[in-house]
């Protein structure tokens, strides 16, 4: 199944196609494949992370669907 | 604790009085709130003699508690119509602080309409007055040099300057502070009172503290080590230890945009297709490039660091940040997608003296009438700088998003208790919702800013989409910020505070080894719904009742893509929110 996956401040490093960006890329994945194992494939740091599915909060138990796109934000905050 | 300095611009009298015993926990807003709420009748004209205008330091400014130096400026508000307490980085506090005074306080008029005054405070405590009828309508950044000309050259003070916004008495006009290196870029932005400051003749305000060490502790030695262990969890929580310091305020632009929550073209929509050309990491990237600098504090003792300056190609200061809130209001909200051409808008907006919030949503509100197009980033500068004139729309519109709004005939305008939305819209982020509906200052985000959980994961999580916990979480943290506003803590180090527990704790015994008094948990969070009694009675007695803790009715009606939402907390929920007032008014003796 296709996903897009956009990465956000110092997380867009992890793209693995090392161009960096916040541009989300076209991923090719099993079906039913977990939120956890994308983290885990990209190797992002081990930290609390803001994660959106097709822009809602979403645990990263859960498995994606054709189309999902996933957004992935370090720990941000603001005013 | 200091004293309380009153100045009478009528007739230029000074009196100072010790704060009075029953104030003696009182700094910041809670001491700003207490002499309005005492001297202030709730139905007086905000811009006649009966308003007066506070200034407040926390008890903790003026020592080396980190983060320790926001200023309070309180008065009855022009645009709300209620009790206001404008907060602003910057150093006047400090200053303040270590003169040793607790709150300054503006009062009457001078007869002359004319008239405009410098009010300078030298490190002795002396206090000059110079007539400056010459700087009318001078902006901020020449009024800062001007000042820059008269001081001694080794001096070290801080300025607290009107714009020509404030003295044309605009009800969007706020009050500029200035920030370790002299930029008159901080500010206390909401509600109008550079208006009042304007109609106290007052145009600039000079503290000098040269000389003056660290205000004395009660036990040094234990607030010393309270101080550590407050910085080390300031800078280990990943918001404020990483995330602000990198990006800054901005960074919350794609995540915003992500959640569908971002206020765009005038609420219209809660995603906007550039929210990455103006968000915090292309902010970083830009300035990096142009060799600006990209972290520093706004106030000495700030171990966060979450400001920046933005500069041009050429690498030339134009303005500081710009912060989330403008990179919105002048971006997203007006479909504009050029961070130079928003730096303008703030640049602009804060020379003349006028709130950004307000002033992007009322651009918005313009645009969505059709009287510019949206993204007209050239004639949105040019109608901002127009107000100068003094009539006309460009006038209006210094008078906020409601007043251009009304006159366009604009159906959706975005404001509660007549003050202009900030950077989140309310049916998608439910819980800052009801924090605009119900908090007394008008639609306010920092008042009780539930994206904390809504939006971040920091304190809990509460689902944003929906009206479930909303009123719990905006009730907290409403009654957390008025206590932390009232200590003169910068809000930023609510995200530890949330999350540490040891956190928390560092901040009572910092207040308990600097005062000597004895301060836990719970006397924070009494102090906290003391504050926010005093402002819920006021705007009681200056007309308010539960008609005014609505959003806009639009809001439940028109939905917002891409969710598609509407804001769905009920009334009876939102009139719960301040349930705790009787019984703390009774507490205070005060019904």
């Not at chain 1, 401040?9 to 992890?14: H, V, W």
């Not at chain 1, 194992?37 to 809602?56: H, K, M, Y």
């Not at chain 2, 730096?343 to 602009?348: E, F, I, S, T």
Request: net charge negative; glycine share 12%.
């Amino acid at each position: 199944m296709k996903v897009t996956v956009a990465l956000f401040a110092y997380l867009s490093a992890f793209q693995p196609d090392g161009l960096g960006g916040r541009a989300p890329r076209t991923f090719d994945l099993a079906e039913g494949t977990a939120i956890a194992e994308v983290i885990a494939s990209l190797g992002l740091p081990d930290q609390p992370r803001i994660v959106f599915v097709n822009g809602r909060h979403a645990e990263e138990t859960v498995a994606l669907s054709e189309a999902d796109r996933l957004a992935i934000f370090p720990p941000v905050a603001g005013g | 604790m200091g004293e309380l300095l009153r100045i009478d611009m009528s007739d230029l009298s000074v009196t100072r009085e010790p704060v009075p015993t029953e104030w003696h926990k009182y700094s910041g807003r809670a001491l700003t709130d207490a002499i309005i709420y005492r001297d202030v009748p709730a139905d007086t004209d905000p811009l006649g003699p009966a308003n007066e205008l506070v200034f407040s330091p926390g008890v903790l400014a003026g020592t080396n508690a980190p983060n320790g130096g926001r200023l309070s400026i309180g008065a009855k508000s022009p645009l709300t119509g209620g009790i206001k307490e404008s907060n602003s980085g910057g150093q006047a506090a400090h200053g303040l602080a270590r003169i040793g005074i607790s709150a300054l306080v503006i009062s009457r008029m001078p007869e002359d309409p004319a008239a405009r005054y410098m009010i300078t405070i030298e490190a002795d405590g002396s206090v000059k007055f110079d007539r400056v009828d010459e700087w009318a309508g001078v902006g901020n950044y020449d009024l800062a040099a001007a000042i820059k000309k008269l001081r001694p050259e080794d001096d070290r003070y801080s300025t607290i300057t009107n714009g020509p916004a404030g003295e044309m008495l605009s009800r969007a006009s706020g009050i500029a502070v200035s920030d370790p290196k002299g930029y008159p870029n901080r500010f206390a932005g909401r509600g109008g009172l550079g208006a009042v400051m304007g109609s106290k003749g007052v145009k600039a305000i000079v503290i000098s503290d040269k000389g003056l060490s660290s205000v004395e502790h009660a036990d040094k030695e234990e607030f010393v080590a309270a101080t550590r262990r407050f910085a080390e969890g300031i800078k280990s929580h990943p918001v404020s230890g990483q995330g602000l310091p990198m990006y800054g305020t901005n960074v919350l632009m794609n995540i915003l945009s992500e959640a569908g929550g971002l206020p765009t073209r005038n609420f219209s929509a809660g995603t906007f297709e550039s929210a990455d050309d103006i968000g915090g990491e292309r902010q970083r990237d830009i300035i990096l490039e142009r060799g600006g600098n990209v972290s520093h504090g706004c106030q000495t003792g700030c171990v966060i660091k979450c400001s920046r300056y933005w500069v041009d190609a050429e690498g030339e200061y134009v303005t500081k940040g710009p912060e989330y809130e403008t990179a919105w209001s002048m971006g997203a909200d007006c479909g504009i997608k050029d961070l130079d051409q928003i730096a303008a808008l703030d640049r602009a907006a804060g020379d003349l003296g006028l709130d950004t919030i307000e002033m992007g949503a009322a651009l918005a509100v313009v645009m969505d009438s059709g009287k510019l197009a949206f993204g007209d980033a050239e004639g949105a500068l040019a109608m901002l700088k127009s107000g100068l004139s003094g009539d006309g729309d460009g006038r209006l519109l210094w008078d906020g998003a409601e007043a251009i709004g009304t006159k366009l005939g604009v159906e959706h305008l975005p404001v509660v208790k007549h003050q202009a939305m900030p950077a989140y819209d309310p049916r998608s982020v439910q819980g800052i919702g009801v924090t605009y509906a119900t908090t007394t200052q008008g639609a306010d985000h920092t008042a009780g800013y539930t994206i904390t959980s809504n939006i971040l994961g920091v304190g809990g999580s509460v689902d944003p989409l929906s009206p479930e916990g909303q009123v719990v979480l905006s009730r907290n943290l409403q009654i957390a910020t008025a206590m932390l506003d009232s200590l003169g803590l910068c809000i930023f180090v609510a995200f530890p505070v949330l999350d540490l527990p040891e956190v928390f704790t560092a901040i009572h015994e910092m207040m308990t080894a600097h005062t000597g008094e004895k301060w836990d948990a719970a006397d924070l969070m009494q102090l906290g719904r003391e504050v926010l009694t005093m402002e819920r009675l006021f705007n009681e007695g200056a007309g308010f009742t539960a008609a005014d803790d609505r959003l806009p009715g639009w809001m439940k009606t028109a939905e917002l893509p891409p969710h598609n939402v509407v804001f769905t907390v009920t009334d009876a929920d939102l009139d719960s929110v301040y349930d705790f007032v009787p019984e703390t008014a009774k507490e205070m003796g005060l019904q």
